[in-house]
Structures are given as structure tokens and as C-alpha cells.
């Protein structure tokens, strides 16, 4: 073997071996970003899993007429005033006969939701009759009891650690020996708008305030930023003006958020006067920041369809506005498509320009149109985070969980569309 021979033979050795350290460090990459996604993504659904499950406790109610409808009249506005406090306060005093005192009673009622006097008030003026009678009902718990009832390690806590007293305690474990205390799906989560309680706050008006907020983006930045797309790509002359506009607009896609939150609070609120806190200020704002994402996906869509097209479209006499209408568009569309849900997905995650134009306002009504105050997810979930109550920290991860879905939703239809329609030349 000559010298020659073996330097090669070395230099090959010394050029696997580094092929094989790169190779290890990609794989070593991949497998922490896996492993730290799969931690973070465990620990939110360990902690977000009991936000969809509340505490529930029996107790029957006696609608004694001379509290519900002393007049005896059957009058729903008599029924709306009357003290269903007093009736649930009264059902747990005949629970616990021993509890005499007036602080104590006040512990007491702190185990059940304010939420269920109103529960009880539908109830009653929906079935009048039982007015005078008893009836057993499953009444939503406090959210303390609640967070007791989730985490059982918390009742071995010294009082001064633990959210209730040793006495709120005993009667709670006294509930549990009775076989009065359970769990069921947390409804309110779902159909219900942001609350000051934990057990009370849902997500449905975040939800349908998004939708609105995204369905504005949607029906302002989609024909805009394909109109852009084509000219610039197909039909503008190429000269210096056009290449700034190109500079620019590749220039806005980098721009932090929050500029485009400062130029909705400018512009929109402070010029226009519309709405503060409104879906259709939020959906404008976020149009402006996706219409960038969407004129280059529509470029580069338009750019990887063959010219052979544009040529065998033009040498049978077609326009270009013929050419662009008939052909590119129908074959781009996928790709077209695609860029818009990556936009969309990333206007859903956005919150710093929406808490520029005040949607970070609390909201405890479901918004009904495009003008009503409203939230979003990404808000919402931060709005609960800022919060101290204990049952808060559910919601929080609960609320991220929703996110995360709908954002894996809408990533998964844009691949579906690209795979399913992508015309492979």
C-alpha cells in the first residue's frame, strides 16, 4: 500500500466519521426537541385533565312556600326575587343540625356555586308545582371544595396550608362518607363565558369570539392577498417600484406583532372610532398581519407551476388575466390554500396585537355578533393565568388544550389539502 493509498484511505475514514458525528448530533437534536415536547405537552394535560370534570353535592331542597311565594300567587316575577340562598343554606343546616352559629352557617354555604340559586330559580319556575315539596338535587360545588375534592393530598395539610379549616373538613369528609359528593362533566366549561369563580368560567365565549375574529381575518386578507399575489407575480412590469413593494412586503411578514396591534389602535380606534374590543377590529387587525404570509404563499405557489402552461396557454391565444384565471389559479390553489391556514393558524395563536385594542377586557357575555365585546383563546388562557384562585390553574392548561387542538386541526387540513390536491409535475 502506498502513501498515497493510506492518506486516502484516511481522509475517507476522517470524512465517515464526521458524517457519522453529524448524523448523531441531528438525531440527538430531534429526539430533545421530542422529548422535551412530549414533557410539556404531559404536564398540560395532567394538569388541565380535571378542569373538565367538577364536584357535585346532594342535598335535597324543601321550596317552603313562605320563602319561594309567600303570597301564594305562582307569579314568575315573585319566583325570580325570591331567597334561593336561604333554601340552600336551610338544606345544609338540616345536613349538619349541630351547625348552630352564624359564621359557621356562612362557611357552611361557602360549599356550594352561587351559580346554582339561579339553577334553582329556572328550575322552580319551570315546575311551580313543586313549590312547598322537596326534591333532591346534585348541586355544583365552590371551586374550593372543588380543588379539595381533586387533590386529595391537600386534606392531610396543616389547616394553615390547606384552603378550607378543619372544621369545613369534617363536614366535607362527612359528605364523602354519606356518598354525597361526586364528580361530573363540567358543563360550564363548555358553555359558559369567563366568570370571577373557577367553577363557574367556561370557554365558549373565547371560542365563538375567535371564530369571529378569525372569520373577519379570513374574508379580508384571502382576496386581498391573492389579488397581490397575482399581480405582482403575473401581471406587474417588473421595475423598480414593484421590487419595493416586494422588499416591503417580505420586509412586514418579519414585523414583530405588536406593530400591527399599535397600527390597529392608531388607525382603527383612534381615527375610525370603531368598537374597542370588538371581533371586527381584531379580525382587521390580524388581516393586516396575515395578508404578508399569504401573498408570499400565493408568489411562491405561482412560481412552481411550469411555464410551459403559461406558454401553451398563450400560444392558443389566451390573456393573461385568461391564463391566470383558468390555469395558474386552478393549479396553485393548493398551495395557495395551504399558506392561508399557516396564516390563519398563526392569527390564532396571536395575542399581543389583540391586547392593543383592548380585547383583553373581562367578558362574562357570550358575544352574538361581530361588534359585541368580545375575547379570544390565546387572551383567555392569559386572563386566567394572571388570576390567583387555585381552580384557575385547571383552566389555564384546559384552556391551552383547546388551542392546541385547533391549531393541530387546521396545521392537519393544510397538509391534507397539499397532499391531497398538490399536482406533481
Known amino acids: 500500500m502506498t502513501d498515497v493509498t493510506k492518506l486516502i484511505q484516511a481522509s475517507l475514514e476522517k470524512r465517515h466519521n464526521a458524517e ?4 448523531f448530533y441531528g438525531i440527538l437534536g430531534i429526539s430533545l426537541a421530542v422529548l422535551f415536547l412530549f414533557v410539556i405537552l404531559i404536564s398540560i394535560i395532567n394538569e388541565g385533565k380535571n378542569a373538565f370534570k367538577s364536584t357535585y353535592i346532594k342535598l335535597d331542597i324543601n321550596f317552603e312556600e313562605k ?6 300567587l305562582r307569579n314568575i316575577d315573585d319566583l325570580k326575587f325570591a331567597n334561593y340562598k336561604k333554601l340552600i343554606t336551610s338544606s345544609l343546616k338540616n345536613y349538619f343540625p349541630e351547625v348552630s352559629d352564624k359564621k359557621e352557617l356562612r362557611s357552611l354555604g361557602g360549599f356550594i356555586s352561587s351559580s346554582e340559586e339561579q339553577n334553582l330559580m329556572n328550575f322552580i319556575i319551570s315546575n311551580n308545582d313543586y313549590i312547598g315539596n322537596s326534591k333532591s338535587f346534585w348541586l355544583l360545588a365552590s371551586s374550593t371544595i372543588d380543588v379539595i375534592h381533586k387533590n386529595p393530598d391537600m386534606q392531610s395539610l396543616l389547616e394553615d396550608d390547606r384552603l378550607i379549616s378543619d372544621r369545613e373538613l369534617g363536614w366535607f369528609k362527612s ?26 368560567a367556561g370557554i365558549l365565549g373565547s371560542v365563538i369570539g375567535t371564530f369571529f375574529t378569525l372569520f373577519i381575518t379570513l374574508i379580508l386578507s384571502f382576496p386581498i392577498a391573492v389579488a397581490a399575489g397575482v399581480f405582482l407575480e403575473e401581471l406587474a412590469p417588473k421595475n423598480k417600484f414593484t421590487d419595493f413593494i416586494e422588499v416591503n412586503i417580505n420586509n412586514l411578514a418579519a414585523v414583530p406583532s405588536i406593530i400591527f396591534g399599535l397600527l390597529g389602535l392608531a388607525i382603527f380606534l383612534n381615527v375610525m372610532h370603531l368598537p374597542r374590543s370588538a371581533p371586527v377590529v381584531g379580525g382587521m387587525v390580524l388581516a393586516l398581519m396575515t395578508l404578508p404570509t399569504i401573498i408570499i404563499a ?50 390564532l395563536g396571536e395575542s399581543a396585537p389583540l391586547l392593543m385594542i383592548g380585547m383583553v377586557a373581562f367578558i362574562v357575555d357570550i358575544p352574538g355578533s361581530f361588534t359585541d365585546s368580545a375575547t379570544v383563546l390565546p387572551i383567555q388562557i392569559y386572563l386566567w393565568k394572571s388570576t390567583a384562585a387555585r381552580g384557575f390553574l385547571e383552566l389555564t392548561a384546559a384552556g391551552v388544550m383547546v388551542l392546541l387542538t385547533f391549531l393541530i386541526l387546521m396545521n392537519g387540513l393544510a397538509v391534507y389539502i397539499r397532499q391531497r390536491f398538490e399536482t406533481k409535475w
Open 175 to 200: 359528605f364523602e362518607k354519606n356518598g354525597d359528593i361526586k364528580f361530573g362533566l363540567n358543563k360550564n366549561f363548555f358553555l359558559k363565558a369567563d366568570s370571577t369563580e373557577p367553577e363557574q
Open 67 to 72: 320563602t319561594v311565594d309567600p303570597e301564594g
Open 20 to 23: 457519522k458525528r453529524f448524523q
Open 298 to 347: 400565493t408568489r411562491a405557489s405561482l412560481k412552481a407551476v411550469p411555464p410551459s402552461i403559461r406558454e401553451a396557454a398563450i400560444g392558443l391565444g389566451a390573456t393573461k388575466f385568461q391564463t391566470v384565471n383558468h390555469h395558474l389559479l386552478p393549479l396553485s390553489l393548493p398551495g395557495i390554500l395551504t399558506g392561508t391556514i399557516l396564516g390563519m393558524s398563526r392569527a
